[in-house]
């Protein structure tokens, strides 16, 4: 069984906006990343997140964007029962819908076929869902879902 997920939701704002609001650190670190993100989301860069809830920041690796429709990110696993380290792939679509909103679907993949892996897994899943909620509130009504949330 691969362990992969995918999860998605419509955000009332053209693509152009709610794309901006993940590869602009400002916008990105005033609704997920508690703790801040550093480095713009570009191709082949390294970017820096940081959460309240998740001890230190650690890299975010780009592999690849296409502007306004696909973000491409590799990351260490959070899989402390691994034999040794290993990355996941996360893959952000943006797609416009025909009444002008935005379809945004993450999906994960890449984690160990062991109960850790699948417990890891399952983490990501529900940490992207909300991440998918809050950027929603952030970008249709400017509220911070995560503020206080974890401290």
């Excluded at 998605?8 to 993940?22: K, L």
């Excluded at 996360?90 to 062991?114: H, K, N, Q, S, Y």
Aim: proline residues 5%; charged residues 25%; contains cysteine.
């Amino acid at each position: 069984m691969d362990l992969k997920f995918e999860i998605s939701g419509r955000i009332n704002r053209p693509v152009s906006e709610v794309f901006e609001a993940v590869v602009n650190p400002d916008k990105l670190s005033a609704y997920f990343t508690t703790g801040g993100a550093k480095g713009r989301i570009e191709t082949g860069a390294i970017v820096t997140w940081d959460f309240s809830d998740f001890p230190g920041a650690f890299p975010v690796h780009v592999v690849e964007v296409e502007k306004d429709k696909r973000i491409i990110l590799k990351w260490d696993a959070h899989d402390p029962a691994a034999s040794a380290p290993y990355q996941t792939t996360v893959t952000m679509r943006f797609e416009p819908t025909d009444d002008g909103r935005t379809l945004v679907t993450i999906a994960e993949e890449g984690w160990r076929e062991t109960p850790s892996g699948l417990k890891s897994s399952y983490g990501n899943c529900s940490g992207w869902m909300q991440m998918l909620c809050a950027m929603k509130a952030y970008v249709e009504h400017g509220i911070n879902l995560r503020e206080g949330m974890y401290k």
